[in-house]
């Protein structure tokens, strides 16, 4: 897939309607900081779409972004942001498990987790409530630059072991060089548009593979 068109369309603080809704949703979820909004930058090929900070806590509402005119990526406010407090966290949770349990569009949901760290103990809670609910997810390793190649490859088996997932399930990214983003846009592209089964028109055998003399089945 490459990505042509790339819009912002709304920010919502609950999961309301909004132009355009009934496409499929990918939503982005993590803690605050692990590079959600710059992966949709990232992915759409412009630095500018989404807010980016270096302090966390900066995306605060569900942001949703128009692809193609395709589907919605859609980024959500990140979790564990130690200056929020106590209601404050609720709210924010309330947020974004609101949207994650009543998207009825929601198709797949990114899970960023850190690269060069073991995941948290939110981030491992994310996974296993991702699972709970049944939404679809994928984990993307993210601020992948950092690490050289040899240090990527020896952390995969830790955030496979924290998240319970296989190593299939991850990406490794980075927003800075790109790394990985082939692989999240052809990821994204099957599940936009699944490959339909092969139409079931019968096995050709060979010639000298026939079976003229009836079922050669084991019989009872
Ligand atoms: N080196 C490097 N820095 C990154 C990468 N991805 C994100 N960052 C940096 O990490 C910081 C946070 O990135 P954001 O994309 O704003 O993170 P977020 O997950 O959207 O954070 P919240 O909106 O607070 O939930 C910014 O300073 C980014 O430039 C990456 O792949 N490599
Ligand atoms: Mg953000």
Partial sequence: MRVTKAAFVTSLAELKRFPGRGRPEIAMAGRSNVGKSSLINSLCNNSRLARTSSEPGKTRLINLYAINEQFFLVDLPGYGFA?????????????????LENSEFLRHVLLLVDLRHEPSEEDAQMAAYLRAIGADFSVVATK???????????????????????????????????????????????????????????????????????????QP
């Fill in 83 to 99: 200056k929020t407090g106590g209601d404050e966290r609720r709210r924010w949770k309330g947020m974004i498990e609101g949207y």
């Fill in 144 to 218: 992948a630059d950092k690490l050289s190649k040899a240090q990527q490859s020896k952390n995969i088996p830790v955030i496979c072991r924290k998240l319970i997932v296989q190593p299939w399930q991850i990406i490794t990214y980075s927003a800075q060089t790109h790394q990985g983003r082939d692989k999240v846009l052809s990821l994204l592209d099957g599940i936009l548009n699944p490959q339909k089964p092969p139409a079931d028109d019968g096995i050709v055998l060979p010639e000298d593979l026939r079976f003229d003399d009836g079922p050669t089945r084991e």
